[in-house]
C-alpha cells in the first residue's frame, strides 16, 4: 500500500499563486508515475498533470493548466509538487494527488488516492 497526504490548498485570488504538495508513504519502491487529479462541484474528477517518479523527468499536463501549472518531485522527501500561477475561477476544485505502478493519464490508471485538498479561487 501507498499512502499519499496533500497539503496546500486554500482560497486565492484570481491571477494568484498556490503550491501544492504531497508526502508518499509505505510502498514507494512500487510507484512508476504521481500525479494530481481535481473534481469541481457536480462534474467528474479530471487529469490534471502526471509526473515520472524516478529516472529522466517525464510530465504530461491537461491542455487547460498548460503553461500555468508545473509539477515536480523530491525523491529524497518522497513528495509531488503542484505549482499553480495564473489561477483562475474555473481551477476551483479539491485537487487529488495520485500514485500508481504504471504512466497515469485517466482515473483508472490509480490505485493511490489522497484524501484532497480544496482549492478556491475568487473572480
Known amino acids: 500500500q501507498v499512502q499519499l497526504v496533500e497539503s496546500g490548498g ?9 503550491r501544492l504538495s504531497c508526502a508518499a508513504s509505505g510502498r514507494t519502491f512500487s510507484i512508476y508515475a504521481m500525479g494530481w487529479f481535481r473534481q ?16 529522466i523527468t517525464t510530465t504530461d499536463y491537461t491542455d487547460s493548466v498548460k503553461g ?6 523530491d525523491n529524497a522527501k518522497n513528495t509531488v509538487f503542484l505549482q499553480m500561477n495564473s489561477l483562475k475561477a474555473e481551477d476551483t476544485a479539491v485537487y487529488y494527488c495520485a500514485a500508481g505502478s504504471r504512466w497515469i493519464s ?14 478556491t479561487v475568487s473572480s
Open 10 to 18: 486554500g482560497l486565492v485570488q484570481a491571477g494568484g499563486s498556490l
Open 40 to 55: 469541481a462541484p457536480g462534474k467528474e474528477r479530471e487529469f490534471v498533470a502526471a509526473i515520472s517518479w524516478r529516472g
Open 68 to 73: 500555468r501549472f508545473t509539477i515536480s518531485r
Open 106 to 119: 485517466t482515473k483508472g490508471d490509480v490505485p493511490y488516492w489522497g484524501q484532497g485538498t480544496q482549492v
